[in-house]
């Protein structure tokens, strides 16, 4: 609950600066970099991160994972806002407050024998896999982002994983402060390969699950621009696992719905040349 707290006040704080700081929504420079203007290059941003997170979505064993950072798109002076929690994006098409592109996503192979509560219950291992499909974004202004991410599982899973966010950002000198709330949609296999078991009393691999609300959450996340090109961050993000996820039994007996995720980053834009 403290975690929901502060989230909600770096939340009221971002939306106290946006709103009064000086309105830039029909700004010409708004326009200029949430347009895809060709002077602007082409650039490249590649980082990498360290996780400090759940062993297993559900879990209550935490741990440390790595995480790549990937991103394409034009210029690095832009509006354009990015999450932490994004995924491996690249926008092809874009106009005046609005991006279109490619949005991906590694899922690493689990293991069951990695895991007390993943081996007592059954939970087969998962194989190594990722998914692919496409976002949207929209800026109703210049401190506001909406975007939506759907992607299909490939090898891991055959499920639909649909992604909801909105972003409340302000920028403040060299520093970019951003919160906003997250919701995730699975489809049934999803579940039944993440959650499924095979001992006896969980409901099987071949019990019935219900695609539907996955999670609920938000993340807040603070960057540094040490250039226009390098930059770190900080941030927590916080998920409640929902539906069949919550009900499964290395979740209710094993692990926990609600968890706090705590990470750090840094990546470089390189510019492409055209």
């Not at 975690?3 to 704080?13: D, E, I, M, T």
């Not at 992607?151 to 055959?158: E, F, P, S, T, Y």
Request: charged share 20%; hydrophobic share 40%; proline share 3%.
């Amino acid at each position: 609950m403290r975690c929901v707290a502060f989230l909600a006040g770096l939340a009221a704080a971002c939306l106290s600066l946006a709103l009064t700081a000086p309105a830039k929504a029909q700004s010409s420079q708004y326009a200029q970099y949430t347009s895809p203007e060709q002077v602007q290059n082409w650039h490249l941003t590649l980082g990498a991160g360290l996780r400090y997170q759940p062993d297993y979505s559900g879990s209550n064993d935490y741990v440390f994972r790595p995480r790549p950072i990937i991103s394409l798109g034009r210029g690095t002076k832009s509006t354009w806002w990015t999450s932490e929690d994004d995924a491996i994006s690249i926008g092809f098409f874009s106009g005046q407050a609005w991006r279109v592109g490619f949005s991906g996503n590694l899922l690493w192979q689990r293991k069951a024998d990695t895991n007390v509560a993943l081996r007592i219950m059954g939970v087969p291992d998962t194989k190594f896999g990722a998914e692919a499909g496409a976002f949207v974004e929209f800026y109703p202004t210049s401190w506001l982002r909406t975007r939506i991410d759907l992607r299909r599982g490939i090898v891991a899973h055959d499920a639909m994983v649909a992604e909801a966010k909105v972003d409340v950002f302000q920028r403040i000198g060299s520093w970019s402060l951003g919160v906003g709330p997250r919701m995730t949609i699975v489809g049934a296999d999803y579940v039944r390969t993440y959650f499924g078991g095979t001992t006896a009393g969980t409901g099987g691999l071949l019990q019935r699950y219900n695609a539907g609300v996955h999670s609920i959450g938000a993340i807040a996340q603070a960057t540094y621009h040490w250039s226009d090109k390098l930059q770190t961050t900080a941030y927590v993000e916080y998920k409640r696992l929902m539906g069949d996820a919550a009900k499964a039994p290395i979740v209710k007996a094993f692990g926990d719905r609600d968890s706090v995720t705590f990470g750090i980053s840094a990546s470089y834009a390189f510019d492409l040349g055209f």
